[in-house]
């Protein structure tokens, strides 16, 4: 029978994909490493088997204990899934900048989640450093692996990053790309490509308002290079020990909004739903792969995460624009509607005391589903040909019956200035169309239709 004894001998082996959109222009190779194809959707579940197995085999952990982390959120889930599958309890310590997604995900496998300000020094108490640390010291026969400076980290991508795309590439790797935060992921698995190549060139993916950059190419750790950034999982204001710079050939910045952009082209272009910081790997590989890549060459990316963990913020429109990532869509609005009806107020009244058989003549004959029910200049209602009808057929002897019995309320009023993207939000089952005043007081319909043609003018 071919199974797994549990979920976590799932994780490693996951897929080599090549890129073919995204790469345009671009000579060589491009393959993505795609790392969500791990159970816990992450390439941290790599790094928390190994570091368990390992406190495990030191005897820092013993049955029944309890695994302590700082994370934000993968290893977290990595660390769960091998506590479940073991034993184990987890707390994890996350900085309030990480989405609700990833702290909902670590709770639904069981583990407790302690939510720490983002904006602190890395050692102020408060940080989810500090915290993680404390709580390892108050809380008897458990552990706190600290990724950033454990070197299970490393070697477990030594062990088995490496050796996949070594083996996956039939070793003609030439460029090796990742994000760096703990440095895990890239010193690791570049310690083992270079021992096996020494000429595979590596490029470590960086974040505004990070210290790597600036500390490979001049030495210096500057604490001005440190400002609040989005993007989650790279980039650090502090040097972790798992981060080798020796294995680092070049670095390449990327900004929040060009990551957050790549990672929705990598969905929509290439089908792969994936991690903000992936949009940072793969943008920032590409820029370095515009210059330097020639043809023969192959390029190996590694792609941390999944997209789910990032609806409430890359994948969603409101989001993206309200953080300037994404151009305000200039919509058309009432008043550019109205004009390219060439002001001509087209409204339709029907009297409230019409009868309904008045009613559906005259819907029919100006060829419109709906229209307002006026009472003298008033307007006091609104009929629809799909209410007509229903009551029509239901009670044919009805259509006698004042319009003013059966309408529904009037229209909802607009303003000139509202924009279709509001228009519409505006329009439902329940208010057909909408009603607009224009600068001499004639009053204009809005329909479905109007909205539609304004969308694809
Ligand atoms: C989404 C994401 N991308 C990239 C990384 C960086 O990987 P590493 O910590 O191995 O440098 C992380 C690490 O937490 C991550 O969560």
Sequence with gaps: MNYHNSIIDTIGNTPLVKLNKVTEGIKGTVLVKVEYFNPGNSIKDRIALKMIEDAEKEGKLKKGGTIIEGTS????????????????????????????????ILRAVGAEVVVCPTNVEPEDPRSYYSVARRLNKEIVNSIYPNQYDNPSNSVAHYETTGPEIWKDTEGKITHYACGV???GTMCGTAKFLKEKKASIQTIGIDTYGSVFKKYKETGIFDKNEVYPYLTEGIGEDIMPA????????????????????????????????VGWSCGSAVFGALEYAKQHLKEGDV?????????????????????????????????????????????????????????????????NKAGISQMPVSDGNEIVGSISDSKVLSLLIEEPESKTRQVSEIMDKPFIFVGLDNTVDAL??????????????????????????????????
């Design 73 to 104: 959120g993968n290893t977290g889930m990595g660390l769960a899934l091998v506590a479940v599958a073991k034993g184990y309890k987890c707390i994890f310590t996350m900085a309030d900048k990480q989405s609700k997604e990833k702290m909902d």
């Design 299 to 363: 390029m190996v990316i590694i792609l941390p995460d999944h997209g789910t963990r990032y609806l409430g913020k890359v994948y969603n429109d409101v989001w993206m624009r309200d953080h300037g990532f994404l151009e305000e869509r200039s919509f058309a609005t009432a008043r550019d509607i109205i004009k390219r009806k060439n002001g001509k107020s087209d409204l339709i009244t029907i009297s409230k005391t019409m009868t309904l058989a008045e009613t559906a003549k005259a819907l």
């Design 242 to 273: 798992n981060v080798d710079m020796n294995m680092i050939d070049h670095f390449i910045k990327v900004t929040d909004k060009d990551a957050a952009i790549m990672a929705r082209r990598l969905s929509r272009e290439e089908g792969l739903f």
């Design 181 to 183: 935060g703990t440095g």
């Design 424 to 457: 519409s939000s505006l329009i439902d089952k329940h208010n057909k169309a909408l009603l607009v005043r224009d600068e001499t007081n004639q009053v204009h319909i809005i329909t479905q239709h109007d909205l539609l043609m304004a969308l694809t003018a």
